[in-house]
């Protein structure tokens, strides 16, 4: 059983049981966070697919840690202009374990 779901602007494609990063949520480590916004869920050949979402579906997930990504390095440059400039960025991530699927009809899917 897998579903799609939509945080933080982006897509990912989880099942219970995986860790995965996200961009940082307001919870605390060890709270468990409802992830409401569920794109489509599927299950072998069967799939569920919303419009743009499912109703009544949702994903459950425990909060492990935050924290930020690795230094991603800016550099520009004009040739002949004498103009360089150097600039970094770290992301804030979340990392989040998925603990349950909760189908439109209400049933639980766990590991």
Do not use: C, W
Request: net charge positive; proline share 3%.
């Amino acid at each position: 059983m897998y579903a799609v779901i939509k945080t933080g602007g982006k897509q990912y494609r989880v099942s219970p049981g995986l860790v995965l990063r996200v961009e940082s949520l307001e919870a605390a480590e060890g709270d468990e966070v409802v992830l409401a916004e569920v794109l489509a869920m599927g299950e072998g050949e069967s799939i569920l697919v919303g419009a743009p979402t499912l109703s009544g579906a949702s994903v459950k997930a425990k909060v492990k840690s935050h924290g930020r990504g690795d230094k991603v390095r800016i550099f520009k440059h004009r040739r002949r202009k004498h103009y360089a400039k150097t600039q970094g960025h770290r992301q804030n991530f979340t990392e989040l374990e998925i603990t349950a699927l909760v189908r439109p009809d209400g049933t639980v899917v766990a590991q």
